[in-house]
């Protein structure tokens, strides 16, 4: 069973800090790996992709993918109140029938402290 | 642009009914996935449809099926609800099936 994990705290944060999320997977063939922001009772945002090793910024977010270490990373620079959501790691797995699917953890809740 | 759309926003059902959930895609998107999200989840995967067939299905019976009309709409369809069938559910598109997905606002089904 592939699987992705993410530890589903809450993880607080004072105001201002940096945030950072973890997740980590178990198919070393995954080829793409996703970060989506759902607010309580909303659906799911894409807030970044990534799909090579390093680092991928996008304005306070920052994506990390280690493929050797099957894991990824999304870091909020300066976090503010309005970051406090559940933060859903979601990553592509090659099924037996020749197809990709977005395997997706559980998410981490994340509070922003003023 | 329009992006992903979801009718009804909330349904009421009583146990034993059958329901009928509808999504249109992001326009130019091909391909349309269901999840089901209980409250403090992740979604759960039910199926993923591509040129009108199912294509992939997660661990769900048989009471759930779904349709992908030509204009790339889709339908899920609940049969014989149970109380455990109360969710938010959540349809997405992309383009491509396991490339960048885009949800739609939920339905948030109750079966009483």
């Known amino acids: 069973q592939k699987e992705v994990e993410q530890n589903s705290g809450p993880l607080s944060v004072p105001e201002g800090a940096i945030a950072s999320l973890n997740c980590t997977y178990s198919?070393?063939?995954?080829?793409?790996f996703f970060w989506y922001r759902q607010y309580s009772g909303k659906s799911p945002e894409l807030i970044m992709s990534?799909?090579s090793n390093g680092d991928k910024e996008d304005g306070r977010f920052t994506a990390q993918l280690n493929k050797a270490s099957q894991y990824v990373s999304l870091l909020i620079r300066d976090s503010q109140p309005s970051d406090s959501a559940t933060y859903l790691c979601?990553?592509?797995?090659?099924?037996?029938?020749?197809?990709?699917?977005?395997?997706w953890g559980a998410g981490t809740k994340l509070i922003i402290k003023p | 642009d329009a992006g992903v759309t979801q009718s009804p926003t909330h349904l009421i059902k009583t146990r034993g009914q059958q329901v009928t959930l509808r999504c249109s895609p992001k326009?130019?998107?091909?391909?349309v996935s269901w999840y089901q999200q209980a409250l403090g989840q992740g979604p759960q995967f039910i199926f993923q449809?591509?040129?009108?067939?199912?294509?992939q299905r997660g661990n769900f019976p048989d009471r759930f099926s779904g349709h992908q009309f030509p204009n790339y709409s889709s339908e899920l369809n609940v049969n014989a609800l149970l109380l455990g069938d109360s969710a938010l559910y959540l349809c997405?598109?992309?383009?491509?099936?396991?490339?960048?997905?885009?949800f739609g606002p939920g339905t948030r089904l109750t079966v009483l």
């Open positions: 997405a598109s992309s383009l491509g099936g396991a490339n960048e997905q885009f």
């Open positions: 326009s130019g998107h091909d391909t």
């Open positions: 449809y591509y040129e009108e067939e199912e294509r």
């Open positions: 979601a990553v592509n797995s090659y099924q037996v029938d020749s197809n990709y699917q977005l395997i």
């Open positions: 198919d070393r063939v995954s080829q793409s």
């Open positions: 990534i799909y």
